[in-house]
């Protein structure tokens, strides 16, 4: 079954660095999101896109975020200048135009911020 | 906006014990349905959904009815196992098609 991977699937970063989290979502899939899961908390949406442009983002989803689409497969996640309060699990997620509105999830990538 | 108000956790219980996770929306429109489940140290995965009024879905032995009347899709299952240990995501499809999340009920099930 096809299914949304991401990479890396952990990662440790210092306060201040940049962070690319990177998502391949499912090859027929036209509609790509971001969410967050702050570790014990509710999973949070950030921001969906879609022919190549965001379609709708979150207050969360602020000038520190950015999503990218560089080529026809991959769907990027930049986090400028990282806080310790962005430690959190982030989910790429996608959905195929025609198949109703299920959204199938990645694994995660699990970002900690010190 | 739309939202999902899901019951707290966590729940605790022995195999073969009857689960209900009462989930309650608020939309405008008529959203979609959806039941998530995140096991330990994995993803979200689509459990069930139901996309309109008095659907049911199922999977897995889970079951859960959309009920416009009463803007719920409470989760149940006859009888739990071990396995079925997990973090429970209730969630609606909103007008854009973008999901949003219920807090999550944590289960845990003892043999």
């Known amino acids: 079954e096809p299914e949304v991977t991401q990479t890396p699937s952990h990662q440790v970063t210092q306060m201040g660095q940049e962070v690319i989290l990177r998502c391949v979502p499912i090859s027929n899939h036209l509609y790509f999101y971001w969410y967050r899961q702050i570790l014990g908390q509710k999973v949070e949406f950030l921001v969906s896109f879609y022919n190549n442009e965001i379609s709708e983002k979150s207050e969360i989803f602020d000038d520190q975020f950015s999503v990218e689409r560089p080529d026809g497969s991959n769907f990027t996640l930049k986090i400028r200048s990282t806080k310790l309060e962005d430690s959190a699990m982030y989910f790429c997620?996608?959905?195929?135009?025609?198949?109703?509105?299920?959204?199938?999830f990645g694994e995660g990538s699990w970002l900690t911020v010190v | 906006g739309d939202s999902v108000t899901q019951m707290e956790g966590p729940v605790t219980l022995s195999e073969e014990a009857f689960l209900t996770i009462n989930c309650t929306y608020t939309?405008?429109?008529?959203?979609?349905l959806f039941w998530y489940v995140q096991y330990p140290g994995e993803g979200l995965q689509l459990l069930l959904k139901?996309?309109?009024?008095?659907d049911k879905g199922s999977n897995k032995g889970f079951e859960a009815t959309y009920r416009k009347e009463t803007t719920s899709f409470h989760l149940e299952k006859g009888s739990v196992q071990v396995s079925d240990s997990a973090v429970y995501f209730c969630?609606?499809?909103?007008?854009?098609?973008?999901?949003?999340f219920g807090a999550g009920t944590r289960l845990t099930v003892k043999p």
């Open positions: 997620a996608s959905r195929e135009q025609t198949s109703g509105n299920t959204i199938y």
């Open positions: 969630a609606l499809s909103d007008r854009n098609n973008d999901m949003r």
């Open positions: 139901a996309t309109k009024a008095d």
């Open positions: 939309a405008t429109g008529y959203p979609s």
